[in-house]
């Protein structure tokens, strides 16, 4: 597996490089500029990635390691002319490097890497074999050649009969086709294909989705139906879902092909220890209680010299001296303390002989009812093989507990990671396709107004006004989800250093002014007469505040008031964000901070994500701090975040903060 090293600084290009890496089967490590060291420079990277911004004095220590071939360069948009000088310094820097640019497609950055990267078929991810049918040949050839351009094996046919040619040389995973054409039915060709590739999927198109019988489409396995014209973009995401349903079904079935071998070996076990029962040269006798043998086996009939049909009106205690029924009788009574025994014994032979035994006796479940079996050794010749005997049972009986309870455990991994998928997968989907929906919606009534000469101005500002807001608003997501999988994965840079909280705040309460000033309400601060100074990181406190005042001013009636109220207390700087809008209700104080989450009083007219607290709360832990919610007197909610004036570094932190005292 190929190893990435891309160096960020916080650039959108750099997460889909690193994304489109992934997919071809590479293993990515995605830093910050600033957790370049020594510890990283003496790894082994296949590949350097180095995002636009990243400072001169980094890209030079980076070339002094990695051989210039081995670079790739990841430019700026050509609206940031600050950011483009930079960047052509850092290029005159690496001229042997290649540069990827933000106005690639996900498909020329993927053809570019596979290029750079000298991949090879071992390495490109699995996709499908799909057969597309169409009677109308420029249809037919765009869905092939769109299929092609994903890196998709295609076959095309015109016709049923032309179809069924194909079927009869290939392997098809799919089935892409027209519901009706000249000699037939995109059914009818499914249900030939299934004949004799049962594993095959199908997705069909049509003009007329309201003559489609779904249910019998259904019924036949039909997975999808389009609605013509065909998207581009549509059909690929469907191919996308329908191939991941039937890998999905495949591993699925290894699971079940496993878990089958699983217990045929189970059951393989069990019949060797009946056949250990039977065919042992030890005698074993399972009797009840009272002593009533209820079955033998075959080293019974030499060891006490009697026909096996000859014990099932037999007790266990007719074979044995007095003393040592007794002795039975005593163990017994004294199962419910101890459900085994050993007893030394002696065996009564008919010619007037004692035969010393050791019995080793066990408490079993004989269907539902107890009965104890016992294991006879003449302790004269067989004590060596009655070890050896106990020994094979106890490590049997092990290994059949180890491997339920691997079954057990890799059940509930599967389980767990099943629920998270889905959580995550509904929670993206609905968050990704509102603004999407509106972006698409306002582009094609600005499309419409320009195609019929109707260029209303006000008309057409609503529209890209719209579609800026919903840009903005994919873009938080987008920007919420990188901090997040940077803070899950402990990647998020912490640079904490002395600062005065008030001037944080007061810079916070300067970015949401704008809004503030929209609706009407007013933001005080009120101060505690002296400066707080704290360990912190200067950005992540801005964002915390900034995330709390937002909710504040979005939750609040206008021509009303949001107080900021500090104080210190045993070293902890507390500050409240006091708002009087609609509050939050009890049983959901703690929730509200988990990811994808709103209040139910919030969550249906506001809009947001569900993921500013998420993040907020994250920053709060990195700050050794807590931050909790609570309602106010005023009907509104109060969020409150305690943060230590003084923290604990991690090591690496500690370690520059004194070298820079020294310097």
């Known amino acids: 597996m190929r190893r990435i090293l891309i160096v960020d600084s916080n650039s959108v290009l750099a997460m889909r490089v690193k994304v489109l890496l992934e997919l071809i089967g590479c293993k990515v490590e995605l830093l910050h500029f600033s957790m370049i060291d020594d510890t990283v420079l003496t790894q082994e990277f296949d590949l350097v990635a180095a995002s636009h911004g990243v400072p001169t004095e980094t890209i030079k220590k980076l070339s002094g390691v990695f051989s210039q071939e081995n670079f790739l360069l990841l430019a700026p948009k050509a609206q940031r002319s600050d950011l483009l000088e930079h960047f052509s310094e850092i290029n005159r820097l690496l001229p042997n490097s290649v540069v990827i640019y933000p106005f690639f497609a996900n498909k020329e950055i993927s053809t570019l890497l596979e290029g750079v990267l000298e991949l090879g078929s071992d390495n490109i991810l699995k996709l499908p074999t799909v057969l597309v049918v169409d009677h109308l040949p420029e249809r037919l050839e765009k869905i092939t050649q769109n299929l092609k351009g994903a890196h998709i094996k295609t076959f095309k046919a015109g016709s049923k009969l032309s179809a069924i040619e194909i079927i009869n040389q290939h392997s098809i995973d799919l089935l892409i086709s027209d519901f009706t054409f000249e000699d037939g039915t995109g059914l009818e060709l499914f249900n030939k294909l299934k004949g004799t590739q049962p594993n095959c999927r199908c997705l069909l198109y049509t003009s007329k989705p309201e003559q489609v019988s779904m249910i019998e489409a259904i019924r036949q396995g039909v997975e999808d139906v389009l609605v013509k014209p065909v998207d581009d973009n549509s059909l690929l995401q469907s191919v996308h879902k329908l191939w991941q349903t039937e890998l999905l079904k495949r591993h699925n079935a290894e699971l079940v092909e496993r878990l089958q071998n699983t217990v045929d070996a189970l059951i393989e076990k069990d019949s060797l220890l009946r056949v250990i029962f039977k065919h042992t040269p030890d005698a074993i006798i399972l009797f009840d209680r009272t002593g009533k043998i209820i079955e033998t086996n075959d080293a019974c009939e030499l060891l006490f010299e009697k026909p096996l049909k000859e014990f099932e009106n037999c007790s266990v205690f007719d074979f044995f001296d007095t003393p040592s029924i007794n002795r039975i009788k005593d163990k017994i009574s004294t199962l419910n303390k101890n459900r085994q025994f050993s007893c030394d014994l002696r065996l009564l032979k008919e010619n007037g002989n004692e035969v010393p035994l050791v019995g080793s006796f066990n408490e079993i479940d004989h269907h539902g009812e107890i009965a104890l079996a016992v294991i006879f050794k003449n302790v004269t010749h067989l004590k060596e093989k009655e070890d050896l005997l106990l020994e094979a049972k106890d490590m049997l009986e092990e290994e059949v507990k180890a491997r339920t309870a691997q079954l057990e455990h890799a059940k509930n991994v599967a389980e767990a990671a099943n629920l998270s998928k889905s959580e995550f997968l509904a929670n993206m989907s609905h968050e990704l396709r509102t603004p999407m929906h509106s972006i698409l919606s306002f582009a094609r009534f600005g499309l419409e107004k320009v195609a019929n000469d109707d260029l209303n101005k006000d008309k057409l500002n609503k529209y890209l006004s719209r579609i800026e807001q919903s840009g903005e608003r994919l873009l938080s997501l987008l920007n919420n989800l990188l901090d997040l999988s940077k803070l899950d994965v402990g990647k998020f840079p912490f640079n904490p250093q002395k600062h005065n909280l008030i001037n944080i705040i007061k810079t916070s309460i300067d970015d949401v002014s704008g809004t503030a000033f929209e609706r009407n ?63 939050i209700p009890e049983c959901e ?54 943060l230590p004036l003084n923290i604990d570094l991690p090591q690496h932190l500690a370690t520059e903060e004194q070298t820079m005292k020294l310097n």
């Open 589 to 642: 104080l703690e929730k509200v901070f988990a990811k994808f989450e709103q209040s139910s009083k919030t969550n249906s007219g506001a809009g947001g994500t569900g993921l500013g607290l998420a993040i907020c709360r994250e920053f709060v832990s990195l700050h050794q701090g807590t931050i909790s919610a609570h309602n106010n007197e005023y009907g509104g909610a109060t969020i409150l975040v305690r």
């Open 521 to 583: 309400i007013m933001i005080r601060l009120l101060e505690t007469g002296q400066d707080i100074v704290l360990d912190c990181d200067e950005e992540q406190i801005n964002q915390i505040m900034r995330n709390l005042l937002g909710n504040a001013l979005k939750f609040s009636e206008p021509f009303s008031e949001i107080d900021i109220q500090l104080s210190v207390q045993n070293n902890i700087a507390e500050v409240a964000v006091v708002d009087r809008g609609i509050g």
